[in-house]
């Protein structure tokens, strides 16, 4: 059936270290790999997305990549900051609109 | 602000009650998903609506039922409560039914006693 796994579950870097967090997906017909971060009390935010046409995309510190044949994608986030810390999810919708979401990695920046 | 909106942010209510949450998505989307957040279930897609009829159904219990009025804003209506029904419950809006970038709101957390 439709599955995202994601890890790791918590992950702790040191400020200016980088930060890798893995999504592995079962529906080969999924064709759009969104990543969004959670901060405590909010919504999950919209913060990157890779479509099945591209290998890579960045936008500043933040880079994902995405390998179709092995159906992984992964988040890189570059120099990390303390204000990265939060709870980032990974999803794939199978069909239509529904995401279906990984279980999340709680990612904790030290200054 | 992702300028998805929804009320009420915070609902403590008693088992076997009724409530409805609302939503109200962002200038333009027709598309409006639901998402129940818990501690050992994650983030579940419950159900979507597009333009008003029901799109997609996701794990969502009979209990809870949803619709999208004409001015697009949504409502999920959640009866019987149990215990295990609380949680934080997200909504999502998404230009159109093809579009895949889904914007959640600040979401509405619900305590049952």
């Known amino acids: 059936g439709e599955n995202v796994e994601q890890h790791p579950s918590t992950l702790s870097v040191q400020e200016g270290d980088s930060a890798v967090i893995k999504c592995t997906y079962s529906?080969?017909?999924?064709?759009?790999f969104p990543w969004y971060k959670q901060e405590l009390g909010k919504g999950p935010q919209l913060i990157i997305d890779i479509r099945s046409n591209v290998g890579e995309k960045k936008d500043q510190r933040i880079a994902v990549t995405l390998n179709k044949t092995a159906k992984h994608f992964s988040l890189h986030i570059t120099e990390t900051q303390p204000e990265d810390s939060a709870v980032y999810f990974c999803a794939a919708p199978p069909r239509g609109g529904k995401l279906i979401f990984g279980q999340g990695t709680e990612l904790s920046v030290k200054p | 602000d992702s300028g998805v909106t929804q009320t009420p942010k915070h609902l403590i209510t008693a088992t076997g009650q009724r409530v409805t949450l609302r939503c109200s998505p962002r200038s333009g989307d027709l598309s409006v998903y639901w998402y129940q957040q818990s501690l050992d279930q994650g983030l579940q897609f419950l159900i979507q609506y597009y333009n008003g009829e029901e799109r997609a159904k996701g794990n969502i219990l009979e209990r809870f039922s949803a619709q999208q009025f004409p001015d697009l804003h949504s409502e999920l209506n959640l009866s019987s409560l149990e215990l295990g029904d609380s949680a934080l419950y997200f909504c999502?809006?998404?230009?159109?039914?093809?579009?895949?970038?889904?914007?959640f709101g600040p979401g509405t957390r619900l305590t049952v006693t």
């Open positions: 529906d080969s017909a999924s064709n759009y």
């Open positions: 999502a809006s998404s230009l159109d039914i093809g579009s895949y970038e889904q914007y």
